[in-house]
């Protein structure tokens, strides 16, 4: 059981971390194909652009409870929020 767990587990952060680097993939070659034609912006590189997703994550990405809460917050008739 233990061992099911472990595999488990390892797939799981492999299946992430592959991901990342595929959306990371993605960023870089949008950013290198138009910023740098655009506004003239040097090429980044693949772990530049985990950086930018990180931490436009951090920057942006905000709270999920705390946004549904304000929500509740601002609405005027508070119609079933928990």
Excluded: D, P
Aim: net charge positive; aromatic share 14%; proline share 0%.
């Amino acid at each position: 059981m233990k061992r099911k767990i472990f595999k488990f587990c390892t797939f799981l952060i492999v299946i992430v971390a592959l991901g990342f680097l595929l959306i990371s993939g993605v960023v870089m070659l949008l950013w290198n194909y138009t910023l740098t034609v655009l506004f003239n912006i040097s090429a980044i590189t693949l772990w530049q652009a985990a950086g930018i997703l990180l931490l436009a994550k951090i920057l942006l990405g905000g709270h999920r409870r705390w946004r549904r809460h304000r929500e509740c917050s601002e609405n005027r008739y508070y119609i079933r929020c928990k």
